[in-house]
């Protein structure tokens, strides 16, 4: 059992190989498109035809009509009358909206996991922590990559299976924001520390976990915000912090990759 949940914790490691799974077309194009949209290559508003994906991918319409049906689902397409499909708008409100649920969710998670936490996972975390750091600079998608992995071998100790569902959904709708903010950042910035996060775990301070986790998630609120207008479609002002209200952005689409 620590042999297996070692190997687990090792998974972090850069480059390490996948095994091999077979897939089919809907998955291609889903797993295509959705990360497409969420790395900012798809940007939000764009139009998304089914002949030009079709083509992207290699594949028949019927399979890339099921995939955008399934992004629909995750919120990360919606469909207008009479023009298609397009890449879901970035709204404030909808950030603001996932990140307290995100607030919600991952301090429930926190406390089902801290009964779990052993040396061997905050050895891990530290190791997570500072491959983000060599890493920030170099690769920004591996250190997205890295940043999920380190909440989430605390999450997947809580042993719920739907906490960790909805909050997997939660993060794909994090990280379309959280590159907006992060080209604005630098390695200091203070949403790219964990330290007291990870000492309080240490320290088997449940109390200080939580209140470390929650000011990591309201300080990266206020990033977006410094990174997102924050006018509704009235030119009105939307209040700052969780409590905000709606404001939609969306982008005009780049015509060389437009779809």
């Not at 291609?28 to 083509?55: C, H, W």
């Not at 919600?104 to 406390?111: F, R, V």
């Amino acid at each position: 059992m620590r042999s297996a949940r070692r190997q687990e914790l090792s998974e972090f490691v850069l480059g390490e190989a996948e095994p091999l799974e077979l897939i089919t077309a809907v998955d291609v194009a889903y797993k295509g498109i959705r990360s497409s949209i969420l790395s900012g290559d798809f940007e939000p508003g764009m139009q998304l035809k089914l002949q030009n994906l079709g083509n992207r991918y290699s594949i028949s319409l019927i399979p890339v009509r099921e995939a955008l049906r399934l992004l629909e689902a995750e919120g990360l397409v919606e469909s207008v009358r009479n023009k298609g499909a397009r890449v879901a708008p970035i709204s404030m409100a909808d950030a603001l909206d996932v990140y307290r649920l995100r607030l919600i969710l991952e301090t429930a998670a926190l406390k089902l996991a801290f009964e779990h936490v052993d040396d061997e996972l905050i050895q891990t975390l530290q190791q997570y922590q500072r491959a983000m750091r060599e890493t920030f600079s170099v690769n920004r998608d591996t250190y997205l990559a890295l940043h999920q992995k380190l909440h989430f071998g605390i999450y997947n100790r809580s042993g719920s299976k739907w906490t960790l569902k909805i909050l997997a959904l939660l993060w794909s709708h994090s990280e379309r924001w959280r590159r907006l903010s992060l080209a604005k950042l630098d390695l200091n910035a203070p949403t790219e520390d964990h330290s007291h996060i990870i000492a309080a775990l240490r320290e088997r301070n449940l109390r200080a976990a939580c209140t470390a986790l929650e000011h990591h998630i309201q300080v990266s609120v206020k990033s977006l915000e410094s990174t997102l207008p924050t006018t509704n479609k009235d030119g009105a002002a939307t209040p700052k912090g969780l409590r905000a209200k709606p404001a939609t952005v969306t982008r005009r689409p780049r015509t060389k990759s437009r779809l």
